[in-house]
């Protein structure tokens, strides 16, 4: 537990929602159930492993370093943190088990990341609103759609699995024309539409509550897209199962891509490699052109980057001169 608590020991004052410490990248030999997020004014610390008799004590412990490096860099400030033990047992029934260890959490709980603001919550569930790891990606969003923001009939969006739909209030405030939000919980969409409304985002941005599966003749109608990105689940039981549902997705891509149009990719399962993607690919939508693989935030460093995060960039061809 030394390298979390050092970790502690060191961090700056967060002010946007990040890692401060990644002990599931297998970095830190005895660290591995740990995590600890900053969801600003809140952290979150997620154990991985069913809590114990010493859990008690190494929760003090971690407490206490806590305080003590927040009394240093936010003296007077109140200190807020959130305990989650999500282990194997308890995530494949869906659940977890979260306490509230100090302080509070606002009711409405908004952070920031690169000038945007979500909607958090941290009480509740295995997700936060916000998934810390795909900044990277937001970033690649936000330039791709700025770089193309004056294009002759706009940048229209499609962004499949869209959750609360980060990618697309990023790719808004970015100069897309239009992102058509496809999700089929309708409590995320509605998280969504609040993500919008708090970054003054009125206009430029559908939502659809649905099944994409049974959706493509609307989902088609709408485009062609100049930017389609796939956030897919890797396993949501009755809904998406990547090694045998994501091939589907691929199949329909050169369909929803305009000429010179690009598709983000994205994978978070530990056990399937960036192959995975890229030989069905190959197969399944050959005329696409892989262009890059984004890099992982440096906090989410990984022994072995097969198993982290896997956002792949690829292309379709332009018209024929």
């Not at 808004?172 to 919980?185: E, F, I, T, W």
């Not at 609307?218 to 045998?244: E, M």
């Amino acid at each position: 537990m030394q390298a979390l608590l050092s970790a502690i020991a060191s961090m700056p004052l967060p002010t946007d929602a990040q890692r401060i410490f990644h002990g599931r990248g297998g970095r830190y030999p005895g660290c591995e159930q740990w995590t600890l997020d900053a969801y600003p004014p809140v952290f979150v610390l997620t154990s991985f492993l069913p809590a114990g008799d010493e859990t008690e004590g190494q929760l003090a412990t971690i407490g206490a370093a806590l305080a003590e490096r927040w009394e240093s860099i936010a003296p007077g400030q109140p200190l807020n943190w959130v305990f989650q033990c999500r282990n194997e047992a308890l995530r494949t029934q869906g659940r977890t088990e979260t306490r509230l260890m100090q302080g509070e959490v606002p009711d409405l709980h908004a952070v920031t990341e690169n000038g945007a603001r979500f909607k958090a919550h941290v009480l509740r569930g295995q997700n936060h609103g916000l998934f810390l790891d795909m900044a990277e990606g937001r970033r690649w969003v936000r330039q791709y759609t700025e770089a193309r923001r004056q294009d002759r009939y706009g940048l229209k969006v499609l962004n499949l699995f869209a959750y609360t739909c980060a990618f697309s209030v990023v790719a808004l405030q970015g100069g897309a024309k239009q992102v058509v939000n496809v999700d089929m919980s309708h409590g995320a969409m509605a998280i969504g539409q609040q993500n919008h409304q708090l970054n003054g985002i009125t206009t430029g941005a559908s939502f659809l509550a649905h099944d994409i599966f049974s959706s493509w003749g609307k989902i088609t109608r709408s485009g062609p897209y100049g930017l389609v990105i796939v956030d897919p689940p890797s396993y949501q039981k009755g809904s998406f199962v990547a090694t045998k549902d994501y091939a589907r997705l691929m199949r329909r891509l050169p369909d929803l891509l305009a000429p010179g149009g690009h598709a983000l990719l994205c994978l978070n399962a530990p056990e399937l490699g960036v192959d995975f993607l890229q030989n069905q690919m190959q197969e399944l939508a050959p005329e696409l052109q892989f262009v890059e693989r984004l890099a992982n935030p440096a906090a989410f460093a990984d022994v072995d980057e097969g198993r982290a995060l896997k956002v792949l960039v690829y292309q379709a061809p332009e018209l024929a001169a």
